[in-house]
């Protein structure tokens, strides 16, 4: 034989070997792999049913998360509601908290205003009320004084009603002793000569001035401006003198003239010869009937 042909035999053995181990491999493997399919198929199955399952729980799932989805939209839309409600409410408030704000510097800016003005207004007080106090002392002493001029006139009236009286009886006197000097001297054949009628002096320390006589015109021009009024308090007809309610404080002054009136009738007129304060003491002129107390006087004629 040739090498060939023994090449070839050799190339055959081991191929058949090698195909009877691939035949018996195969044969014995055979059962494995339908094993191994049947546990595949089972498998395959229990898959496909759990994938049902899951499909089926995903459908489910699905709806629930749609229904949940369209409620909380449902929410969402009432959320959004409440939140443009609340947006809008929030500008109201930032609007009435501006307004407020506003509301609160302007009152504290009145309010220290107020108090500036309060202050001033305690000072003020404070000063009117020093004043007051000063004018209340001052008022005071000038009542004191006053009631020391009263006192004084109502004192020199008083003394002059007692010279007044004395006058009259010192009068009477003399008449008599005249009356006793004519029976003497015709006793003697003689007349006596008219005596000429004199004053006599009372008191050395006493003077009874005569009222004066300013100008008419200017005095009555002059009162009539002012438009004084009162009434009259104390009458003195022996002297000829009228004390009124009205004084210095009010405007009366010396040689002032005033009209006394009863009603609608002239009683008389008043010229000022001593002011104080409240009251003034004036002298009676043109008497048409004797005043009295209560009499209204004033500076102007018909007022009342």
Request: aromatic share 4%; with cysteine; charged share 25%.
């Amino acid at each position: 034989m040739s090498t060939l042909t023994k090449v070839l035999i050799i190339l055959l053995t081991v191929s058949s070997i090698f195909l009877c181990g691939i035949v018996a491999t195969y044969v014995a493997q055979a059962d494995n792999y339908k094993k191994l399919y049947d546990s595949g198929q089972a498998k395959v199955r229990s898959a496909q049913n759990d994938a049902r399952q899951a499909n089926d729980q995903f459908n489910k799932l699905k709806e629930t998360t749609q229904q949940e989805k369209a409620a909380l939209q449902a929410k969402i839309g009432v959320i959004e509601s409440e939140m443009i409600t609340l947006k809008n409410d929030l500008r109201t408030l930032e609007v009435e908290k501006n307004q407020a704000i506003n509301a609160m510097e302007n009152a504290n800016s009145l309010s220290k205003g107020l108090q500036e003005t309060t202050d001033n207004l305690q000072t003020l007080f404070q000063n009117k009320e020093t004043e007051l106090v000063k004018v209340a002392s001052e008022l005071t002493k000038e009542r004191n004084q006053n009631k020391e001029v009263t006192a004084a006139i109502l004192e020199k009236m008083a003394i002059i009603a007692q010279l007044e009286e004395q006058l009259n009886q010192l009068q009477k006197e003399k008449e008599n002793l005249q009356a006793k000097l004519v029976q003497v001297v015709r006793q003697y054949g003689k007349t006596m000569a008219k005596p000429t009628p004199s004053v006599p002096t009372v008191n050395d320390n006493v003077e009874v001035a005569s009222p004066p006589t300013p100008s008419k015109s200017a005095t009555v021009a002059k009162t009539r401006d002012i438009g004084l009024k009162g009434l009259i308090t104390q009458v003195d007809l022996k002297n000829s003198l009228a004390m009124i309610s009205v004084g210095a404080a009010d405007g009366v002054k010396d040689d002032m003239r005033f009209y006394v009136t009863r009603g609608d009738a002239f009683i008389c007129e008043l010229l000022i010869l001593d002011v104080d304060a409240e009251r003034a003491v004036g002298f009676l002129e043109r008497v048409q009937s004797p005043p009295k107390s209560g009499d209204n006087v004033s500076t102007n004629i018909g007022a009342k």
